[in-house]
């Protein structure tokens, strides 16, 4: 009987240590979860003070949204000031670009500009004869000093078109829109301009009775 009991008793044991394993997973304390959870995921907890910090200083891809905008501003600007030195040495450079071709091709320009006279009516009452040179527009204009224009670069519509090329002036005075010869007032430089009859005309001397011009209407 006692060795029955014995037996019982370890029989007991043997299910208690059995059963026990599960109670003690199962009354795991629950403040420990989380942090059991962030271990197997590899997420780090973070003091409350960080969270808060990031609320108070948002930022983006790591960078504060306040050096992002100063970034963005700044970067604006260089942009701005790269457009407006790239229009000032295009400008330098197809003025250029048009004096030193009229220096260069001067006696071949005025053997044209001769021809083209042969074609003015003999009433002269044409106030334009329009021909072209080189791909070029040309237009003279037998009631303004037989100046002839020839227009190397036209741009936009009226209001504002835009023009370039150079002129062979017979008087040797500046040239301006429709070859117009009013106006003009000499600037420091050399240059002249005028703004006769609400268009902007600015000319440089090339070399006698040849101008550069440029034109807004």
């Not at 969270?51 to 501003?73: C, F, T, Y």
């Not at 042969?118 to 000093?145: A, F, M, S």
């Not at 008087?171 to 430089?189: H, K, M, S, W």
């Amino acid at each position: 009987m006692r060795g029955i009991i014995s037996d019982c008793a370890s029989v007991a044991e043997i299910r208690f240590t059995f059963l026990e394993i599960p109670i003690i997973m199962a009354t795991e304390p629950l403040h420990d979860k989380p942090a059991r959870l962030r271990e197997q995921s590899g997420v780090s907890a973070k003091p409350r003070g960080q969270n808060d910090q990031r609320l108070l200083h948002p930022e983006v891809s790591g960078v504060p949204l306040r050096k992002k905008a100063v970034i963005i501003v700044v970067a604006v600007i260089v942009l701005a000031l790269a457009v407006v030195a790239a229009v000032v040495l295009t400008r330098g450079d197809e003025a250029g670009e048009m004096k030193q071709y009229v220096l260069d091709h001067q006696a071949e320009l005025e053997s044209y500009v001769e021809n083209l006279y042969e074609e003015i009516p003999e009433d002269n009452y044409q106030t334009i004869i329009e021909n072209e040179y080189n791909g070029w527009r040309v237009e003279l204009y037998p009631n303004e000093n037989n100046a002839v224009m020839f227009i190397v670069s036209a741009k936009g519509f009226a209001p504002g078109s835009r023009y370039k090329g150079f002129a062979f002036s017979p008087n040797d005075v500046p040239i301006g829109f429709q070859a117009t010869a009013e106006g003009f007032v000499q600037n420091e430089d050399g240059s002249w301009q005028s703004d006769y009859k609400g268009n902007d005309h600015y000319c440089e001397r090339i070399t006698d009775r040849w101008y550069y011009f440029e034109i807004v209407t």
